[in-house]
């Protein structure tokens, strides 16, 4: 698996609600966003295990279809698009967590199978690939352990402040093993969508956005496209007080057998990566996503669409 990280989001006000400060483990015996390893981050490199606990693998009959972020021990998110054209019955689904390595099995991963899909109902309503977010809730709740730990979620509409530390990981970017010289390439890869888009705030990692599309990895002059999380947290709360016993004590359930790995895979040893920058830039354009694009000019810019 991989990360990069990305420019702050724009000079702006800090927002916190105090709901996301008690979901970000303040109050609570799991922080969210605080991974228990804290291994040198470093751009466009394999991980350490543990170092982006909330990073899920969404399998399908064996093989990774997108990425996924947990973000509690009952649900992720992911992006809409990944969906398409696929089967929508969650028995179809699986969710791997605590591995770095697809289709392999480490000693702390859990595997757990979707019960339930929740697309957003404005997908793709008011233009291609807007409101790309999907929840995924799992047929039983996973055990938080030093590598499987939730992300936290924003409080709607928050902002960052300029110079915010923001990363993006996955098994697909860079997959041609580009040097990671500044300006950054921060386009996500094949097999990328869905995965999180998290920045540093007040030293929890915090899900500002999910992979939604791009072009292709090969070519960074062209942009990426992040959907913006905080302008969905109304709904993701809304749909989870929804569900009955959507946040159950995960202590009290023992992991889930773990399935054997296929026996025959594409890609057999696939490591998750990450990678990144910290220069700021600006960029106006609609409200539902974080678009990265690197310029001709050489100059990353992103910022609220």
């Known amino acids: 698996m991989r990360s990069v990280t990305c420019a702050a989001l724009g000079s702006l006000a800090q927002g916190c609600s105090s709901a996301w400060r008690r979901s970000c483990g303040r109050g609570v015996s799991t922080a969210c966003g605080k991974p228990k390893v804290m291994g040198r ?8 295990a543990g170092q982006w606990p909330w990073q899920a693998s969404l399998q399908s009959q064996g093989s990774h279809v997108c990425g996924a972020v947990l973000v509690n021990s009952r649900w992720l998110l992911s992006t809409a698009h990944c969906f398409l054209k696929k089967p929508k019955a969650p028995e ?9 390595q697809l289709y392999q099995h480490g ?26 977010i999907a929840m995924l809730q799992l047929l039983s709740p996973v055990n938080f352990t030093s590598s499987i730990v939730p992300a936290c979620l924003p409080a709607p509409g928050m902002k960052l402040p300029s110079n915010s ?12 093993e580009t040097p990671l010289l500044e300006p950054f390439h921060l386009q996500e890869g094949k097999g990328d969508s869905g995965g999180p888009l998290v920045c540093d705030f007040a030293s929890s ?40 016993h959507s946040e159950p004590t995960s202590a009290l359930t023992p992991p889930p057998e773990p399935t054997s790995p296929p026996a025959q895979t594409q890609v057999p040893h696939q490591s998750l990566r990450a990678a990144g920058s910290s220069t700021l830039g600006t960029a106006i354009v609609p ?6 694009a690197l310029l ?10």
């Open 205 to 244: 990692w915090v899900l500002m956005g999910l992979a939604s599309w791009g072009f292709d990895c090969r070519h960074p002059v062209y942009p990426s496209i992040f959907t913006n999380v905080t302008y969905f947290t109304d709904w993701i709360n809304e749909i989870q007080k929804l569900t009955p």
């Open 41 to 48: 981050i470093s751009g466009g490199r394999d991980v350490e």
């Open 287 to 292: 409200p539902q996503t974080w678009p990265l």
């Open 92 to 100: 179809s689904y699986r969710v791997l967590l605590g591995s770095t």
């Open 165 to 176: 530390s923001c990363w993006i990981t996955g098994w697909g970017m860079l997959s041609e």
């Open 107 to 132: 000693p702390q991963s859990q595997e757990v199978p979707v019960s339930r899909i929740v697309t957003h109902p404005d997908f793709e309503k008011l233009h291609p690939f807007g409101s790309d």
């Open 296 to 305: 001709l000019l050489g100059t990353l810019r992103q910022a609220l669409w």
